[in-house]
């Protein structure tokens, strides 16, 4: 059985295992999660994120390598900018987007929307997903929506619209080393405080993730957004591994000024019920899908 075929039959699996009870809402049977609706529940509340991602329950799988194009050279005129609710990067024009995500878990290619961030007040917590319970201390999101939706807007109804890539930072006591590569974004922030403030960015000012970011060796599973409308259609790849930053590089994030002036010294969601879901653990084959 090819490794897409086995992953939907995974997928059926671990969506009938639930039966017809999928939430507050009763109007929503498995059909709808399967796909034969395109459209997204608004109303349930049922497959939330983040959640703890414990790796002795996670169910492995192989697939095709994870593909990142472009995410560390990005073009069309690349933006840092203080968005009231956390700081994002992402590329000027939203008409020519440049980096895209393919294979792993993906049908077809998801496009590169933005990258953001999130922490909290102290370096021992922060991040949305926890791994086996512990949580690092920052956790950046790569926002991606399928390339058969026109924009992002457009993807956020549907049921296959986004995928997020989830990384870890974390505050190491011992031997702390300033990140070099994450002083590409850190050194714009003191810039940013101000909320809706924007400036241009390097195009590899995500590269100090790059090393992260390998074809294999991560979890997925189907999840919410983390904020505000919580909708149910995100794919989650939420890499362990985590890269190393300091106490005040993370600290500078903590001065950023969201809405009505007030500094953002936290802006994370805590973990939410896994509610019978499965989180697979991937490795990559050396074989590479045709698309
Ligand atoms: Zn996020």
């Not at 950046?140 to 929506?145: A, K, L, S």
């Not at 026109?150 to 300033?178: Q, S, Y």
């Not at 074809?215 to 997925?220: V, W």
């Amino acid at each position: 059985m090819c490794a897409r075929l086995f992953l939907s039959a995974l997928l059926f699996a671990s969506f009938v295992d639930h039966g017809g009870c999928v939430g507050m809402d009763d109007d929503l049977d498995h059909d709808d999660l399967v796909g034969l609706s395109s459209e997204v529940n608004p109303h349930s509340m049922f497959y939330q994120s983040p959640i703890d991602l414990e790796s002795k329950e996670a169910y492995p799988i192989e697939l095709s390598p994870l593909m990142f194009k472009g995410h560390w050279t990005l073009g069309h005129k690349p933006l840092i900018k203080n968005n009231d609710e956390t700081v994002e990067i992402g590329e000027a024009s939203s008409a020519k987007y440049h980096a895209s995500l393919r294979g792993g878990p993906l049908h077809g290619t998801y496009k590169f929307s933005q990258a953001h961030f999130h922490w909290g007040n102290r370096s021992s917590h922060g991040s949305e997903h926890t791994i086996n319970g512990h949580q690092y201390s920052m956790e950046v999101h790569f926002v991606h929506h399928h390339s058969k939706y026109k924009n992002i807007k457009e993807a956020r109804g549907k049921v296959d619209g986004l995928c997020v890539v989830a990384f870890f930072l974390k505050v190491t006591e011992k031997n702390p080393r300033t990140n070099n590569r994450f002083n590409l974004i850190v050194h714009h922030l003191t810039k940013l405080r101000s909320a809706k403030s924007e400036e241009a960015a390097e195009p590899n000012i995500l590269t100090c993730l790059k090393p992260i970011a390998t074809p294999g060796d991560y979890f997925f599973y189907y999840g919410s957004l983390t904020t505000k409308p919580y909708s149910e259609n995100v794919l989650w790849i939420v890499y362990p591994k985590w890269a190393s930053v300091t106490e005040s590089q993370v600290d500078e994030f903590r001065h950023i000024r969201g809405a009505g002036n007030k500094v953002i010294k936290s802006n994370y969601r805590g973990t939410q019920d896994l509610n019978g879901r499965t989180v697979y653990w991937v490795t990559a084959t050396s074989d590479e899908y045709s698309y």
